[in-house]
């Protein structure tokens, strides 16, 4: 079957770094995305990896590793806002989306 | 607007009644998905649909989801006899098109459906 796992929840203090994991097991593969959701919001994109290695965008970078399925959204100099849920999820063969149950991300001061 | 819109934000239904749910997706997007996130349980697609003015193609699950798309920007997700089972966040996306491996997603905020 398809599955996705990864951290239920995590904490992290203001101005650290925290890497989320990702494992993925789909028929198929067409890519990798990291979506953030806020509580009460729509996910809003974040990245995609089809390739393996690590891809960098400011403060957020996303590393994949095919060969072994895994995946992880790592945060730099995290600020209170990034606090919210983190949903990875893997387009399969039919280039639909299989999606992880989030990781819940609680920055303290 | 630019973004994908849902209405209504918040739905109460009885148990055993019909509900529908709409989505205004982006201009121009081709594939449009619906897909229902419970908490600690993540999101499940419930259909999606291609080009306009088709029924929903997935099929899953079937029974009582279905989807209506009566303009190309437009999708109603029907749910017939809803259970307490249904609660749940009903998200809407859409996206340019299926096949392109870069198959970025934009999302409404979601209808949060409570069945009694």
């Known amino acids: 079957g398809q599955n996705i796992d990864q951290p239920t929840e995590m904490t992290a203090t203001e101005g650290a770094i925290v890497q989320i994991n990702c494992t993925y097991q789909?028929?198929?593969?067409?890519?990798l995305f990291w979506y953030q959701q806020h509580a009460g919001e729509a996910p809003t994109f974040l990245s995609y990896?089809?390739l393996d290695g690590l891809e960098e965008k400011g403060r957020f970078s996303s590393f994949l590793s095919r060969s072994k399925g895994y995946s992880y959204l790592l945060l730099k100099e995290l600020q209170m806002k990034d606090s919210a849920s983190y949903l990875c999820?893997?387009?399969?063969?039919?280039?639909?989306?299989?999606w992880g149950a989030g990781t819940k991300l609680i920055i303290k001061p | 607007g630019a973004g994908v819109s849902q209405s209504p934000r918040y739905k109460v239904a009885k148990r055993g009644r019909d509900v529908a749910l709409r989505c205004d997706s982006i201009?121009?997007?081709?594939?449009l998905y619906w897909y229902r996130q419970t908490l600690g349980q993540g999101s499940e697609v419930l259909t999606y649909s291609q080009s306009d003015a088709q029924r929903d193609k997935s099929g899953r699950p079937s029974g009582r989801f279905s989807a209506e798309r009566p303009e190309r920007s437009v999708s109603t997700l029907k749910i017939q006899r809803t259970e307490q089972g249904d609660s749940a966040v009903y998200l809407c996306a859409s996206s340019v098109w299926t096949g392109l491996a870069k198959n970025i997603q934009y999302f409404g905020a979601g209808t949060r459906l409570s069945v009694l």
């Open positions: 990896n089809v």
């Open positions: 789909t028929s198929g593969f067409n890519g």
């Open positions: 201009s121009g997007h081709v594939t």
């Open positions: 999820a893997a387009l399969d063969s039919n280039y639909q989306l299989i």
